[in-house]
């Protein structure tokens, strides 16, 4: 993170010093001087708020098919503000051997009651200490919606809930470890 910092940085102290060489050694007018100040003054305002808006954001991409889930946080819809609800889950992606690879990322999913149920359970399961790995489900809501018209982030006519996607969590099994054998003094 504070490498990313110091390089964004470092790039508006060498964008800067291109335009102060642009300023001193061109015979371009001072109006078209003072608008490139202007213009690149604005872009560092922009540019440095985007930054910061972003950090720590949840992802709305797809979630991986398979992934391990490190922690839920549910929000409910509020009527009264007229806020729409969210689910928001911190996941690894597994691989092949269903190990976790990768750094944890959060995703923010459709809220619906199915799906807050799931979640809710997830988090109190998490919170008695299992670990739980999770995959994608679809068509949960519409059993008839299936193959390729049920993509995960399509809208579809209907219902907003139709086609959306789901998701079911099992609880990692213990590793296998080899049998253990006694060894006599000899």
């Known amino acids: 993170m504070i490498e990313e910092r110091l390089l964004l940085t470092l790039a508006y102290v060498i964008t800067s010093a291109l335009l102060l060489l642009f ?3 061109t015979s371009f ?3 078209i001087k003072l608008s490139g100040v202007v213009a ?3 872009f560092y305002i922009f540019s440095w708020q985007g930054y910061l808006g972003i950090l720590g954001w949840p992802t709305s991409e797809e979630l991986p098919e398979k992934f391990n889930i490190n922690w839920v946080v549910i929000e409910e819809p509020n ?3 007229n806020q729409e609800g969210g689910l928001f889950l911190w996941v690894r992606e597994l691989n092949d051997a269903d190990k976790p690879i990768g750094d944890p990322r959060a995703y923010k ?3 619906n009651i199915e799906n807050q149920k799931k979640a809710q359970d997830a988090l109190h399961r ?3 200490g299992e670990q739980l790995n999770g995959r994608k489900s679809y068509g949960v809501l ?3 919606n299936e193959g390729k018209k049920s993509n ?3 809208v579809q006519e209907g219902e907003p809930e139709l086609g959306r996607p789901s998701f079911e969590f099992v609880e990692v099994p213990s590793p296998d470890l080899p049998p253990k054998t006694l060894i006599m003094d000899q």
Do not use: Q
């Open 23 to 25: 300023c001193f050694y």
């Open 29 to 31: 007018s001072k109006k």
């Open 40 to 42: 690149l003054t604005v």
């Open 79 to 81: 009527k009264v503000l």
């Open 109 to 111: 999913l459709f809220w």
């Open 126 to 128: 998490i919170k008695e």
């Open 142 to 144: 519409n059993k008839d």
């Open 152 to 154: 995960a982030y399509e």
